[in-house]
């Protein structure tokens, strides 16, 4: 995955969500304490988002004939991806997360 900050993930599941710093000014509060969880298999990446706030959105993905799916209260499903397949994930506001950041030059 990568993040606005630029962190990087190997092959690994992850949990996306957000952390309070002594009330940071900017910080974004709509991104939920745990967000969303990622689980990696080898045959696809599900992205589970059962309590966040304000959803789980597909932005993009590079199988363009995938629908942008999302997870949101009120319509909550798990999110499905080919491991290889670079796919963002909006939440809060605006912030996103890009999985697989490679696989656009290929």
């Known amino acids: 995955a990568h993040a606005a900050g630029g962190c990087r993930f190997g092959l690994c599941d992850i949990v996306v969500g957000h952390e309070k710093r002594g009330g940071v000014e900017g910080e974004n509060l709509l991104i939920g304490r745990v967000q969303f969880i990622a689980l990696r298999t ?3 990446v599900a992205i589970f988002d059962c ?6 959105r597909t932005v993009e993905r590079s199988d363009g004939r995938a629908p942008l799916l999302s997870s949101r209260p009120g319509s ?3 999110l ?6 670079r796919f963002v994930l909006e939440v809060g506001e605006t912030a996103r997360v890009t999985f697989n950041p490679r696989a656009a030059a290929a």
């Open 42 to 44: 080898a045959h696809e």
């Open 51 to 56: 309590w966040s706030k304000c959803g789980t």
């Open 76 to 78: 909550r499903r798990v």
């Open 80 to 85: 499905l991806f080919a491991p290889g397949e």
